[in-house]
């Protein structure tokens, strides 16, 4: 016989799916910020001058996006412990999430320097300005503001990447949703608060982004 939707049961489980929220947007936002602190390494690595380090950035990037993130998080958190580095679940997560969207900011960062005007270096070389000086007060401010709706599509893509984190042990919302559903024999009110907790996440973080674009566009 096919279970109808219990609004009773909805509402009693809510607060305990509400209670893993936390963990769920600290995973995805603290793996965001990693992943656009170790982006822009990648993406000057890939032009420096010198071959091996060039072409070995290159490499080891391409092996982190050609590879399944799953198989990093297990990396991460069964095998680094065998070399004396122990993670907790949600370390281990923000990690994994962190440097295996790294390489994809890395392109987004890529296209946005690459779209700035070659005048705007030899502006740089005709002022005197140290490399330094390029990147941070010319170079990157004018890069960054148009690939932001890029980079906020990453951010909504890591929040529902989040789910995954299940396997390294790190209870989430949908972990918690097995779980209470495998206690009361109910998965359809479960998994549909998960997916409307997602949807909403998404939406928020999308006006968000939305709105830190029009600023960084009237400045």
């Not at 993406?43 to 391409?62: C, D, M, N, P």
């Not at 990396?75 to 680094?80: G, I, P, S």
């Not at 789910?163 to 206690?183: C, D, H, R």
């Amino acid at each position: 016989m096919m279970l109808k939707w219990n609004w009773e049961y909805a509402w009693s489980i809510l607060p305990k799916l509400l209670e893993v929220v936390p963990v769920t947007v600290g995973a995805a936002l603290f793996g965001f910020i990693l992943a656009m602190l170790l982006a822009l390494p990648i993406t000057l690595g890939k032009r420096v001058q010198h071959k091996a380090i060039s072409q070995s950035v290159s490499f080891l990037a391409e092996l982190i996006r050609s590879t399944p993130l799953l198989i990093q998080l297990l990396f991460v958190f069964y095998a680094l412990p065998m070399y004396g580095i122990s993670l907790s679940p949600f370390t281990a997560g923000v990690i994994g999430l962190g440097i295996h969207y790294a390489t994809y900011l890395a392109e987004v960062y890529r296209s946005g320097i690459e779209a700035v005007p070659s005048g705007q270096w030899e502006a740089a070389k005709a002022l005197n300005f140290t490399p330094q000086q390029t990147w941070l007060r010319l170079i990157l401010p004018q890069a960054l503001p148009p690939v932001l709706p890029v980079m906020g599509n990453y951010l909504i893509v890591m929040f529902k990447e989040t789910p995954i984190l299940s396997a390294v042990t790190l209870v989430e919302m949908l972990q918690t949703a097995k779980s209470l559903g495998s206690a009361s024999f109910r998965y359809i009110e479960a998994f549909t608060l998960v997916g409307l907790l997602f949807l909403i996440m998404s939406c928020i973080s999308s006006l968000l982004l939305k709105r830190l674009e029009i600023r960084l566009a009237r400045k």
